[in-house]
Structures are given as structure tokens and as C-alpha cells.
């Protein structure tokens, strides 16, 4: 492996703070996906995950926003997967890349822009930010020679590779990580002096903390620059890689699949031209496999043109099927398409967000779908809106008045004895929704979505047990204080709900607008940024009381039911 002393490259531009509050710009992105393969549902959480975090900001009025995703369909991988269907590159990705934009679309994907990195657009800009790399004596080049995986499409270290044997059972080389085979490989590339950029690396991330997202990620990259940090082989030979974007003013070389993938989240904001508007102001939201290339080489990438790294890079791990990695060889790669028709698209956007923790791999199985789904979605939120909204309960089908006089407003809820219908719960009630929305805003902007509503569930759960502990549906409406109080039940439950809708907007979009729409929420008051619960326990005014409710469409989110075959769980050969 060629190594040439660092040379001093010039310092990154200084970093600005970032402008926070109404009318900031946002990008936030998905991985380009590589097309060599149908979608499964790592790709599918890693797009679910942007587009939940990008709804939620539109809710908050935070400002214009952006959510780019799109197929990466440049590379050797591509190149021979290609020839083993018998199809041409570009037939391939032209169906790959139709199979993402289809799933993503079928999964409520509020994307805004689909870059696929054969569109002339994006070519153009990778070779203008090759020739800035170039103009700024970021590149050389040499002769590099080391073990390359080709489904990695990246040169591995010996310490990131073990002893194995293959399927004729001869010894060789795997990457640590993926298990996949690796061959050694000796050729003349381009070289990135990424060496030259450990220290200013280093330095972005002590400055930035929370750059990269959760922190064990953070730590792990800082271990990373601890260890000697090599230049990086940037192209391939033309010769053996013929589907990819020449290196300008050299046919004999193709530049790195990666450099033209990372080079997306430019392009798409109109590098070199428009680019301006909207960085750094970019969140990369990215599986724990691909992490080096967006938190190492990609920052080093931009400081060696003069363009400071991204905001954020929010980190995800993967998804295993009943404990086992997904893998074609074993048949259990989850196919998206089959699990939004068995689950509905809401269940399983619902299940992946509430069951996916960032931090450590997630394991999906049929039954804790159903598990999950029918009894936090069909059961508990449900099931609360059809009691509450009965006609057996509610006759006039109306959003009923609240009683201060039963629910009377007190500082401790310590002091409920004789000054009312409620109890001391029902005040715990109230001070657990009333503080949902700041939890729920700080959670997605940790980057634990999981956390947000696993406290929704938990006040879902709240208001169901203060519905049954009071039994509506005993009290007498003949007597006018009964009536009062049945009203206020009611009353209290139907904002409980209001929250809940409003809260799981970005996250079950159909289901939510449903809830809503059931409520009498109009769309213009679903947003965030105006939520207010159960004004009238501080003696404001309520503008849905007294409003008769919306049309009854039947049950909010149905059963699932148990299948034998399991149809979501394997994807057919």
C-alpha cells in the first residue's frame, strides 16, 4: 500500500452557528440506495425515519425543508450484477431504481427530491467537485494495492478481515463486517490525502458533540481517528470498471463509487451554482455500515474543496429476522411491498419506528407485528376513539362541553379531596398529556423516535384507564350534575385524543388524518406549533367545544390477523 508523507492542506473555512427558529433551511437525506437489488426494510426504516423526522419539522412551521433520497447506480457491483441477469447497467438501475421510487411512494415517503446518480445533472457536478479536489492538490497519483470487497466497494484493512472458507471450502479472506469475500488487488488510482485531514476531523467533531447522533457513533468515529488514518484510493481503472463517471481529462480511470454517491447531497441542492442556500444545513440520516464513508471520508471530502461538513449525521443500526442477519443466501430478506399489504402501510411505518432503537440492531418477526400493532394501534388508540365518540355515549355526536366545577383547576394534585368529580389520577392525567408535545419534540430532535411514542402509548394507556375508572356509560343524563360531569369525561378524553392524532401525524399520516377527521380538527389546526391541550381547565376558550364531530368512517385501524404464511417475512427468489 503506497504511503506519502501528509501534506499540509489548507484549514476548513470556520464553522458558522447554525441559524435556529422560523424559517431555516433544512435538507434532510436518506442513503442513495445502491440498485444492484430489490428495497428491504433497512432501506426501508432508513427512509421512514427521514421522512417522520421531516414531517414533524413541517408541523413545527420550522421553516422550508427538504427530504432527498434516490438509487446510487454507479460501480462494480452494479456492473456484474448486470451481466449475471443478462441485462445491460442501465436496464438494471432503470428497474431497480423504479422498484425504490415505488416502495418509498407506497410507504407515504414525503420525499421531495429522487436523485439517481446516472442523471446527467449530478455527473456534471461530480466532476466539477473532482476538479476542485484536484485544483486544491487533494489528489495524486499512485500505485495502491490491498484487499478489495467489491460488494463493500471499498479497500479493507487486515484488521477488519477474517479467515474463512468458501464454497468449495479453500481458504480466504472476509470482511469482518459483512462476510463478504475479499481479493487482493494491485492497481494505479487516484489517491484523497485524507491523512492530511485527521487533525482538522478531529478537531470538527470535539467542537460538534452532537454531530453525530447517538453517541455511541461519536464515539466510535473518534476511536477511528485515534488509528492511523490512510489516503484514500478515489478511483478505479477504467479497464475493470467501465459503469461509473470517467475521471475528467483521464479515460483510463473511473471515479469511486463512493466519491459519486457522496456527492449527491450536493448535487441536489444545485452544486456548484445553488448549493449556497442550503449548506451545511443538511442532516444525513444513514445505516451503522456506511458510517465511515459519511462521518470519516465525506467531511474530509468537503474540507478538502472548502466546504464545511454537515449539521448532523444521525446514525441507525440494522434489522434482523428472528435474531439472524437478513441475507439472500438464507431467504429471509423482508420484502417491503409484502409487508405493507399484510400489515397496511400505517402498521408497519408504526411498527418499524416504534420498534427501531438507533443504537442497537432491531429484530422483526410476524408476531411481534401483530403484537405491537393490534394492541397499542387497533386496541388502545382505537378502541379509546369508539368509546368515546359512541352514540350510546355521546348522542348528539359533538365535541361536549367541559365542567370546571367537576374538574375544577388546582396547583397540587394532592388537594382533590371535595373540590370536585376528579381524582388524584385523573390530575396525573392531565399533567402527562399536557407535557407530551415538549417530550415528543425533544425525542425527534434526539433522533429517538422510538422514545416519543413509547410516551404517547404510555398516555394512550392513561386516558383509557381514566375513561373505564369513571364508566361514562353508568352515569344518569337525567341528572343535570351527572350530565356535567359524562360531558366532561367525554370532553377530556376527546382532547387526549386531539393530542394523540396531532402528536402522530408524522409518523401514521392515514391513520392520524382519520383520528382527526373524526374529531373535527380541520387541517389548519393540526399543526405543532399551536397545540394546546384542554384550554378550557385554564379557563380559555375552547374552539371545538360545542362543534359537532366529524363523519363516523368506521373502525380507526383494524385487527391484524394471524397468517400462516407469514407472507411479509421472505422475499421470493
Known amino acids: 500500500m503506497l504511503r506519502l508523507p501528509r501534506r499540509r492542506l489548507p484549514p476548513p473555512p470556520p464553522r458558522r452557528a447554525a441559524r435556529s427558529g422560523p424559517g431555516r433551511r433544512l435538507l434532510l437525506s436518506t442513503p442513495i440506495f445502491y440498485a444492484n437489488g430489490p428495497p428491504h426494510i433497512g432501506h426501508l426504516y432508513s427512509a421512514l425515519l427521514a421522512d417522520a423526522l421531516h414531517r414533524h419539522r413541517g408541523l413545527r412551521g420550522a421553516g422550508p425543508g427538504r427530504l432527498s433520497t434516490g438509487t446510487d447506480e454507479h460501480g462494480l457491483k452494479i456492473q456484474q450484477a448486470a451481466a449475471a441477469a443478462g441485462t445491460s447497467p442501465p436496464e438494471l438501475c432503470e428497474r431497480v431504481s423504479g422498484l425504490f421510487r415505488q416502495a418509498l411512494a407506497q410507504a407515504g415517503v414525503s420525499f421531495t427530491d429522487f436523485t439517481r446518480t446516472s442523471q446527467p445533472r449530478h455527473q456534471r457536478a461530480v466532476q466539477r467537485f473532482w476538479g476542485a479536489l484536484r485544483a486544491g492538490g487533494a489528489l495524486y497519483k499512485g500505485s495502491y494495492e490491498g484487499w478489495y470487497c467489491t460488494a463493500e466497494e471499498c479497500f479493507l484493512p487486515e484488521s477488519q478481515l477474517a479467515e474463512r472458507r468458501d464454497a468449495q471450502g479453500r481458504p480466504c479472506k472476509v470482511s469482518l463486517e459483512s462476510g463478504h469475500q475479499v481479493h487482493w488487488t494491485k492497481e494505479e488510482n487516484y489517491m484523497f490525502r485524507l491523512s492530511a485531514f485527521q487533525d482538522p476531523l478531529w478537531k470538527w467533531l470535539r467542537e460538534n458533540p ?104 444521525l446514525v441507525h443500526s440494522h434489522w434482523t429476522v428472528r435474531g439472524q442477519k437478513m441475507s439472500k443466501s438464507l431467504g429471509n430478506v423482508v420484502d417491503p411491498f409484502s409487508c405493507m399489504e399484510q400489515y397496511t402501510v400505517d402498521g408497519f411505518r408504526y411498527f418499524l419506528l416504534r420498534q427501531g432503537v438507533p443504537e442497537r440492531d432491531c429484530d422483526y418477526y410476524h408476531e411481534k407485528v401483530l403484537k405491537v400493532v393490534n394492541s397499542e394501534l387497533a386496541d388502545a388508540l382505537g378502541g379509546l376513539l369508539n368509546r368515546s365518540t359512541a352514540l350510546s355515549i355521546n348522542p348528539s355526536n359533538t365535541y361536549p362541553c367541559f365542567s370546571e366545577s367537576c374538574f375544577p383547576n388546582i396547583s397540587d394534585s394532592r388537594e382533590t379531596k371535595g373540590t370536585g368529580r376528579a381524582s388524584a389520577e385523573d390530575y396525573e392525567l392531565l399533567a402527562s398529556v399536557a407535557s407530551l408535545p415538549l417530550q415528543v419534540a425533544g425525542y425527534f430532535e434526539g433522533f429517538q423516535i422510538y422514545k416519543a411514542l413509547e410516551c404517547i402509548t404510555l398516555c394512550v394507556r392513561q386516558t383509557n384507564s381514566f375513561f373505564q375508572r369513571h364508566r361514562p356509560w353508568k352515569l344518569d343524563r337525567k341528572d343535570p350534575a351527572e350530565q356535567l360531569w359524562l360531558d366532561t369525561i367525554i370532553h377530556v378524553t376527546l382532547e387526549c385524543l386531539r393530542i394523540f392524532g396531532t402528536l402522530l401525524q408524522p409518523v401514521i399520516p392515514h391513520t392520524a388524518d382519520k383520528l382527526l377527521s373524526r374529531l373535527a380538527v380541520e387541517p389548519q389546526e393540526r399543526a405543532l406549533s399551536s397545540l394546546t391541550f384542554l384550554p378550557r381547565y385554564s379557563g380559555k376558550p375552547c374552539p371545538f367545544e360545542g362543534r359537532q364531530l366529524g363523519p363516523d368512517n368506521g373502525v380507526l385501524f383494524h385487527r391484524l390477523e394471524k397468517s400462516r404464511e407469514h407472507q411479509g417475512e421472505t422475499k421470493k427468489p
Open 210 to 313: 452532537h454531530a453525530i447522533s447517538p453517541d455511541p457513533f461519536y464515539q466510535l468515529v473518534l476511536r477511528w481517528l485515534e488509528e492511523d488514518l490512510p489516503d484514500l484510493s478515489v478511483s478505479r481503472e477504467s479497464s475493470r470498471l467501465q459503469w461509473g463517471i470517467p475521471v475528467p481529462g483521464d479515460p483510463t480511470q473511473t471515479i469511486y463509487v463512493w466519491v459519486d454517491a457522496l456527492v449527491n447531497y450536493l448535487s441536489v441542492v444545485g452544486y456548484p451554482m445553488a448549493h449556497g442556500e442550503w449548506w451545511p444545513a443538511v442532516h444525513h440520516i444513514v445505516g451503522k455500515d456506511i458510517l465511515k464513508f459519511h462521518a470519516v471520508y465525506w467531511p474530509a471530502l468537503l474540507m478538502a474543496v472548502g466546504l464545511r461538513p454537515p449539521e448532523r449525521i
